[in-house]
């Protein structure tokens, strides 16, 4: 009777031990389908022409250092250009070599326009920030930061806040004639470009 006994709870304690066994096993392979399924997504996978550079469209990836070696910026006389990485990150202002998909032939050249590379961008691919922060005019973001009339913080085009740009003496008279003593009033924006929020007063008064 006590063999008996004795086998029943050692039969017991195998059932026991093969339960929590089992359950910890359950439990790291759900833990690691999780992390898994967390884990980020694979940088994009650049083709690579005959000499080792990759190339392809920087539209393709979120950050700098995932850009490739050649950046296609358009195409001449049908055939594709690419930029270097390093002249498209290139801060001055210059006309930089437009080569071929293999990175030798110069089939072009491309304009570099002034630009910060620091400002972020919002969901419709506008720039914002503030002036301060920008070297020049040139490099100020699309949508700068500003406040209201009434104390609401928002941003402004720059387009807006810049107005019309005079193509001759003439017509930069006009336009100075033409303006009002007390200034005007733009729109003030989210963050978005879209959504109007208050109204940014250029010029004196208010």
Request: charged share 20%.
């Amino acid at each position: 009777m006590r063999l008996y006994s004795k086998g029943i709870k050692m039969m017991i304690g195998v059932i026991f031990i093969v339960c929590v066994v089992g359950g910890t096993l359950a439990f790291q392979s759900t833990f690691a389908k999780s992390s898994n399924n967390q884990s980020p997504k694979n940088p994009p996978h650049y083709p690579e022409n005959e000499i080792g550079q990759t190339y392809g469209s920087a539209e393709e990836t979120t950050s700098v250092e995932m850009l490739p070696d050649l950046i296609h910026v358009g195409s001449v006389n049908g055939i594709a250009g690419y930029l270097l990485k390093k002249d498209y990150l290139s801060e001055l202002v210059h006309d930089a070599p437009l080569y071929d998909v293999n990175g030798k032939t110069i089939i072009g050249s491309f304009h570099i326009g002034a630009k910060n590379m620091s400002y972020p961008k919002n969901k419709n691919g506008q720039t914002y920030g503030s002036a301060t922060d920008a070297p020049s005019p040139d490099t100020e973001p699309e949508l700068i930061r500003a406040i209201g009339v009434d104390g609401t913080t928002g941003y402004v085009l720059k387009k807006d806040l810049d107005g019309e740009r005079p193509k001759s003496p003439e017509e930069a008279i006009a336009i100075q004639n033409s303006r009002s003593p007390g200034g005007r009033d733009i729109p003030l924006y989210d963050v978005d470009g879209e959504t109007v929020i208050g109204v940014f007063h250029v010029g004196e008064g208010k």
